[in-house]
Structures are given as C-alpha cells and as structure tokens.
Antibody, heavy 120, light 107 residues
Framework: QVQLVESGGGVVQPGRSLRLSCAAS????????LHWVRQAPGKGLEWVAV????????YYADSVKARFTISRDNSKNTLYLQMDSLRTEDTAVYYC?????????????WGQGTLVTVSS | DIQMTQSPSSLSASVGDRVTITCRAS??????LAWYQQKPGKAPKSLIY???SLQSGVPSRFSGSGSGTDFTLTIDSLQPEDFATYYC?????????FGGGTKVEIK
C-alpha cells in the first residue's frame, strides 16, 4: 500500500537549520511530483513546496522562498526539506504529500506529519 | 495568488442533517478543486477531486459540485464520524492554496 513516513522534526532555536525526510513506499516514486504542506498549531493548511519527478522543477511558497530547499533522492525513495534560517512562525506539523495522479496536484496520500517547533 | 474563501468557518449540525460547505476562488480554476477531511491529530484525508469526483473508498453521502469560482461540498445524512474540519484546495496554479477550513461540530 502507498505510504509516506516523515521524520526529522524537533525543537530548534530561531535562525538554526533542520532537515526533514519523507520515506515513500508502495508506488513508483520516480514517477511522481511530491509536495510539502504544513499546518501551524490550531491553524489551517499551507502549501510549502513542490519538486517534479525529475528534480528539475521546484516551486516554493513566498513565506519560505530562499530559506527552504526541497530535494529528492529517487534511488532511496526519499523526499527532503532543508529548512534554514528558521523563524518562530515556521512552527508547524510538516506533511509530505503525493498527488493523486501523476498529472494533477490534489493530495492522496499524506504522511502522518512531523512536528517542527522553533523556539528559543 | 489564488485566494480560497470557505464558508462558514464553523457550523453545528445533528446526525442525519444535510450539510453544505462552500468554497469560492478569487479567480477561475476550472474544476481543479479538491476537498479534504481532517480529524484532530490526524493528517488530512482526500474526499473529492476535480470538483465532483469521489475518491475511492469515500462514502457516497459526500458529494461535490461547481466550476469556475464557486464550489460546494455536501454531506447527506451526517454521520458521527463526519464531525471534523473540512478544507478545499485549488490546484489550478502555483502556489497551491487552501481554504481556511470549516469545522463541523455536533449540535
């Protein structure tokens, strides 16, 4: 069955860095665009970043542009999110998500999420 | 950026009620709209894609409609397990954007 498992969350001080990972299984990883979506405590969903199946195309939300970097290793079936210059407002549960099809960006499935807390 | 406005932000309903949630896009998105259900402490779950296509395994009491800028999620005969928060999402263009959510509570 299709599965996404995030890891790497934790507590980090403002200005520091953290790298999240998302291990995928149950589907042809190298065929799909992949996304990160976050949710601040008690708030709604915010799309963060996307990377194409071939790693060529990447887009970011304005709120994270120039601070976060999305990447993937198709040989390891793993998606990454490098988060630099973290701010308190980056505190959130971070989900990796796969599109429901290879051509349209609605999300199914989602991972279980990993919590990132940015605090001094 | 395309803004997605959901209404209401919350509602109270009883088991068996029919519930309607609306989502309006700030510009036309054809039918590139999805709906999700989220329960506390859990990841969102896909319900509807392409405005009206039911995701596999989702009960038929859920339905979606609309195109362009105005969309609706309807739950016929609300069940206890349907009390949750619902989000719409446009995937017409980047950045992908979500509505603010609608919390469906027990009356």
């Amino acid at each position: 069955q299709v599965q996404l498992v995030e890891s790497g969350g934790g507590v980090v001080q403002p200005g520091r860095s953290l790298r999240l990972s998302c291990a995928a299984s149950g589907f042809t990883f190298s065929s799909y665009t992949l996304h990160w979506v976050r949710q601040a405590p008690g708030k709604g969903l915010e799309w963060v970043a996307v990377i194409s199946y071939d790693r060529i195309t990447k887009y970011y939300a304005d709120s994270v542009k120039a601070r976060f970097t999305i990447s993937r290793d198709n040989s390891k079936n793993t998606l990454y999110l490098q988060m630099d210059s973290l701010r308190t407002e980056d505190t959130a549960v971070y989900y990796c998500a796969r599109p429901g099809t290879t051509t349209h960006n609605w999300f199914d499935p989602w991972g279980q999420g990993t919590l990132v807390t940015v605090s001094s | 950026d395309i803004q997605m406005t959901q209404s209401p932000s919350s509602l109270s309903a009883s088991v068996g009620d029919r519930v309607t949630i609306t989502c309006r896009a700030s510009q036309g998105i054809n039918r590139w709209l999805a709906w999700y259900q989220q329960k506390p402490g859990k990841a969102p779950k896909s319900l509807i894609y392409a405005a009206s296509s039911l995701q596999s395994g989702v009960p038929s009491r859920f339905s979606g409609s609309g195109s362009g800028t105005d969309f609706t999620l309807t739950i016929d005969s609300l069940q206890p397990e349907d009390f949750a928060t619902y989000y719409c999402q446009q995937y017409n263009s980047y950045p992908l954007t979500f509505g603010g959510g609608t919390k469906v509570e027990i009356k």
